[in-house]
């Protein structure tokens, strides 16, 4: 796949479109047509995954800085609890 599909942002319409699966009331559905589905399925497919491993990226993103600050909250804490019982 293309790195550059990856990096795409994704909007909230293509993540509500790609949340309805095209199998939805599909007449050529039957037992495993989902690895033969070129026309509708495989093409959803790949789309859902790069949605799938860019919100996953975010979320990561999100947790890594999450930590960052609140590492640095409780440090600064800590040197502000001890520096008020130094002084009494």
């Known amino acids: 796949m293309d790195r ?5 942002k ?3 319409t293509e993540a509500s479109t790609l949340i309805s699966s095209p ?5 050529d559905r039957h037992v495993g047509c ?3 589905c070129t ?3 495989i093409p959803y497919k790949e789309q859902f995954d790069l949605y799938k491993k860019r919100k996953r990226d975010e979320e990561a993103m999100t947790k890594y800085y999450q930590r960052k600050y609140y ?3 409780d440090k600064w804490l ?7 019982h130094k002084d009494v």
Do not use: E, I, P
């Open 10 to 12: 994704f909007n909230q």
């Open 39 to 41: 026309d509708r399925y």
């Open 78 to 84: 800590k040197q502000k609890k001890q520096s008020v």
């Open 71 to 73: 590492d640095r909250v």
């Open 23 to 27: 199998c939805m009331g599909c007449t």
């Open 4 to 8: 550059q599909k990856t990096n795409q």
């Open 34 to 36: 989902h690895s033969t």
